[in-house]
């Protein structure tokens, strides 16, 4: 607004969450008296914008009210057809059309802006989406920072993306355009010193452009510890397959917590890249991934997409195997959601598919996987969360795969199946365990004492309550002896104020414990010691 607008408005943000009741939102707004009300719109709010519009309306009727962002920048007309409440929609890139507009309607001029869609005299005024030349105003001022309150930072330093993958709408904002580079790492440091613990970049592929994606890494690199605080991560979404050895190099030289990546795969199916435009080399995103992982000091998430062209049940298995066995620290398993404006969602022909209807879109079923299969991936899904992404379970599953010989998909499939017929999503974490507990050890080939011994690990590095299920709880009556006989040694006495969990283990006559003091920036666990007696 300061930026473009010819006018002297009054304005505020107010934010919400969809974590908390509408009215509360609705009430935060209404106090302000607005005379334009501007809602940015997606996937995951737009069924609560849905119904706060009508709400607004119906307190301010005299109230303009705007819409904005992807969920509705694609398919306007629609929007306008169906939301009476809503007056205008801003198409495509905001920051001008939006000052502009308000700047117009304050003064009684012509509303027909570039990237603006609206009604007049009953018909329907369709502008294409906006799209802006240069870069934008920096979002970065006060009141940001008095919203923020440590957060995570959003920060964008280009617009655009290299790609144009038919399910995605970031190729849809034009070629990639780079900001300053001294904007960038004026930007990062301000936000790094703003109380956040993470400032997430999202700039859909971080590393389109290699020689400024090194200096902007060397950059975090150099002020860690310096100008930016050493307990503050930045997270990066790269694709993976692009990388040179010298940015290699200089990701596996980040300060440990310094850096996360995201590396989207999608699939390692070659003829599923090729029809979703997708453009990788699998041979190398395995190898430079492996290249990353291998020091230890960088979070490496990577993810898969469920529901692509050509992508049946035993290609995704394929995939979920190579990706699980690639052994980074998240592996997502997410669903295809067909939105607003993306290729495959536009030419039907050619991507043919059952989807919701309903926002987030997601596929129901296509040519190459039914109904029956994506209910399973769900299952699947969620056993992959709470074992491993969870970061609860890890040493576990790894113990479970060595002595079974199953594959990853077969197992997390396997114990997926199980799951959903023996708990609720919201089941708590101690009956989780024993219901895991029951399962695994059924299981051929698994030691019930040693699967005890690796779940009583993983809940001790993993949570700082220090308490046991009652599932992995064995009697002993010289645990107070033994507990006792450790601590007295100096190098392993509690410091005071600080919260430590035990136990002995089963397998072997050794004890463990954890001192809920400080967590691996990477794994997000606490050192384990153990102890023979």
């Not at 930045?234 to 040179?244: R, S």
């Not at 997390?412 to 999503?425: L, N, Q, V």
Request: aromatic share 10%; charged share 25%; net charge negative.
């Amino acid at each position: 607004m300061r930026e473009y607008s010819a006018v002297k408005h009054s304005y505020s943000v107010v934010e919400g969450t969809i974590n908390e009741p509408i009215e509360n939102v609705f009430e935060r707004i209404v106090s302000e008296k607005p005379d334009i009300i501007g809602l940015s719109c997606y996937i995951w709010n737009i069924n609560s914008v849905r119904v706060l519009g009508k709400m607004l309306r119906e307190a301010l009727p005299d109230s303009v009210i705007i819409l904005g962002g992807p969920e509705v920048s694609y398919n306007p007309k629609a929007v306008l057809s169906e939301y009476h409440w809503c007056d205008f929609i801003v198409s495509g890139e905001g920051e001008f059309p939006f000052a502009v507009l308000c700047d117009a309607i304050v003064s009684g001029k012509s509303t027909d802006i570039p990237g603006v869609c609206f009604r007049r005299d009953g018909e329907i005024i369709i502008n294409e989406p906006y799209i802006a030349e240069g870069e934008p105003p920096s979002p970065y001022c006060r009141e940001y920072f008095e919203k923020l309150r440590g957060r995570i930072a959003y920060l964008e330093t280009s617009r655009g993306c290299p790609y144009s993958c038919a399910f995605c709408l970031s190729g849809r904002c034009g070629g990639v355009r780079f900001f300053d580079i001294e904007r960038a790492k004026s930007e990062m440091l301000t936000l790094a010193k703003s109380g956040t613990q993470t400032v997430k970049l999202v700039d859909r592929t971080f590393n389109a452009n290699k020689s400024r994606a090194k200096e902007l890494w060397r950059f975090v690199i150099d002020e860690y510890g310096k100008g930016i605080p050493e307990n503050v991560c930045f997270h990066f979404e790269i694709a993976g397959d692009i990388l040179d050895d010298e940015s290699i190099g200089i990701l596996n030289s980040a300060p440990k917590g310094s850096i996360q990546l995201e590396i989207g795969m999608q699939s390692f199916n070659e003829k599923t890249l090729a029809y979703i435009n997708r453009k990788t080399n699998t041979a190398k995103l395995i190898e430079n991934i492996k290249k990353l992982l291998a020091p230890g000091n960088l979070h490496i998430h990577i993810d898969l997409i469920a529901g692509l062209p050509f992508e049946d049940l035993n290609s995704f298995e394929n995939s979920f195997n190579i990706g699980y066995n690639l052994r980074s620290n998240m592996l997502q398993l997410g669903f295809l959601k067909l939105l607003h404006g993306a290729e495959m969602r536009e030419n039907s022909a050619k991507y043919p598919c059952k989807f919701s209807k309903e926002p987030p879109y997601e596929v129901i079923s296509t040519e190459w996987t039914n109904e029956t299969d994506l209910a399973l991936l769900h299952k699947v899904e969620d056993a992959l969360e709470r074992l491993c992404n969870s970061g609860r379970f890890i040493g576990t599953v790894d113990y479970v795969l060595e002595k079974t010989g199953l594959s990853p998909f077969a197992f997390f499939e396997k114990f997926g199946i199980y799951a959903a017929e023996k708990c609720g999503p919201f089941v708590s974490l101690d009956d989780y365990t024993e219901m895991a507990f029951g399962f695994l050890s059924s299981l051929k080939g698994i030691e019930p004492s040693v699967l005890r011994d690796k779940m009583i690990i993983d809940r001790l590095c993993s949570n700082s309550s220090g308490k046991i299920p009652e599932v992995l709880k064995v009697k002993n009556p010289e645990i107070k002896k033994i507990r006792l006989s450790i601590e007295n040694e100096e190098e392993n006495r509690r410091k005071p104020g600080i919260k430590r969990g035990f136990a002995l283990l089963e397998s072997e006559k050794a004890a463990v414990f954890c001192d809920y003091e400080n967590k691996d920036p990477v794994t997000g666990k606490y050192v384990l010691k153990k102890i023979y007696y």
